[in-house]
């Protein structure tokens, strides 16, 4: 037993145990070789001995049948070694594979947590920094869309909420015309907002997103995917939806003042006791949409497609209708006072449409491209004659 310091005398051990080890491996490597050289050599011979069974046969033929065995047997294990490489080869790639995709998700991890602090910055450049960082995670990995969107609905709710609270939030009373759109208000949120509209177009598991009760006066939606998403309570006067696809949003108790619906899509949607005075909804399919109570007062449905729409109780005094299809609409009780209709109106049928008070004058022929028009959030509106 060696004696001394700690430590001391322990490299003579490991060193025997580096070159036993050695040994053992160049043992096995070389009884492995010899066992193969044995079999290769006595065993074709073997193989072909039991199959004469006895049989004389000249020794040419029989070294000619060993020398078939034999190269038969180099095959087989040829074609054993290439297999066992190509599975250890597939499975060196499965484990690079497993240990890259563990990498990129970590890394993903860290941008998604550090999007989510930025959010909580008092620089507003920071925020929309987050808000971009957050969309791209959300468009390149599909299992953290469902949490980008709910942080961005999120976001929208705490940051405008309907009434406004903050101080620099335009008040709830302040007439529309002196409201900037939102883009310029609060850049951050009506990027939060775009952002929402867009990955909505993607599959979703959420049947539904909560916007309700939010302050959407004149935010820019044109065009943006916002189907199933809940906006009840919420104000979006003068806010820019052309070409939007609502379908089966709910939009109970929105203020649509305004709003530029024109060709965006509401089929199907919950517009019960919303409020559309002035609203654009020219060539706008509202089809089966619900508008129980609704005020239309002054909206422009002009070539509104409108079939299987409720307008039960609605206020359509002053309303544009002229080429609007209501043929398989429901206007049980509706006030139509005032409303301008054209030759080209469908009513449903046995419906008298002079005895509700419709005026019936000249269509107002094709509609005029949009890009001549001014963007909706940006355009002055006049005073609603209808006002309370």
């Not at 002035?278 to 422009?300: I, S």
């Amino acid at each position: 037993m060696e004696t001394g310091e700690p430590g001391r005398g322990r490299g003579p051990w490991r060193d025997r145990l580096v070159r036993h080890r050695a040994v053992v491996a160049l043992l096995g490597g070389t009884v492995g070789t010899a066992v193969l050289g044995a079999v290769l050599v006595l065993l074709p011979g073997v193989v072909v001995d039991h199959d004469l069974a006895g049989a004389s046969v000249a020794a040419q033929d029989r070294l000619k049948a060993v020398n078939d065995v034999r190269t038969t047997l180099l095959q087989a294990v040829g074609g054993m070694v290439v297999l066992f490489g190509a599975y250890a080869t597939w499975r060196q790639v499965r484990v690079s594979q497993e240990g890259l995709r563990a990498t990129q998700e970590g890394h993903v991890t860290d941008r998604f947590s550090t999007a989510v602090d930025q959010l909580g910055s008092d620089k507003l450049e920071t925020r929309i920094g987050g808000l971009h960082a957050l969309w791209r995670i959300a468009e390149h990995s599909a299992r953290d869309r469902e949490a980008v969107i709910s942080i961005q609905a999120a976001y929208l709710r705490t940051h405008l909420p309907w009434p406004p609270t903050g101080p620099e939030a335009p008040a709830a009373d302040v007439p529309i015309n002196d409201v900037v759109p939102l883009e310029i208000r609060a850049a951050d949120a009506q990027v939060a907002l775009t952002g929402l509209g867009v990955l909505l177009l993607q599959p979703r598991e959420q049947s539904w997103i909560n916007l309700s009760v939010t302050d959407l006066r004149r935010a820019d939606c044109d065009g943006l995917w916002l189907h199933e998403v809940n906006f009840d309570r919420s104000c979006m006067e003068a806010a820019g939806l052309y070409r939007a696809n609502l379908t089966q949003a709910s939009l109970v108790s929105v203020n649509l003042r305004h709003a530029d619906l024109k060709t965006a899509v509401l089929r199907r949607a919950r517009c019960v006791l919303a409020d559309l005075r002035g609203a654009r909804l020219v060539e706008t399919d509202l089809r089966d949409a619900d508008f129980t109570e609704a005020d239309l007062r002054e909206a422009n449905l002009r070539k509104a497609d409108a079939s299987g729409a409720v307008f039960h109780r609605a206020d359509l005094r002053l309303a544009d209708l002229r080429g609007t299809d209501l043929s398989t609409a429901g206007l049980l009780q509706a006030r139509l006072t005032g409303a301008v209709a054209s030759e080209r109106t469908r009513w449903p049928t046995g419906f008298d449409h002079a005895a509700a008070g419709v005026v019936v004058t000249e269509d107002p022929g094709p509609e005029p491209p949009p890009l001549l028009q001014p963007a909706g959030i940006t355009t002055q509106h006049p005073p609603l004659r209808s006002m309370p």
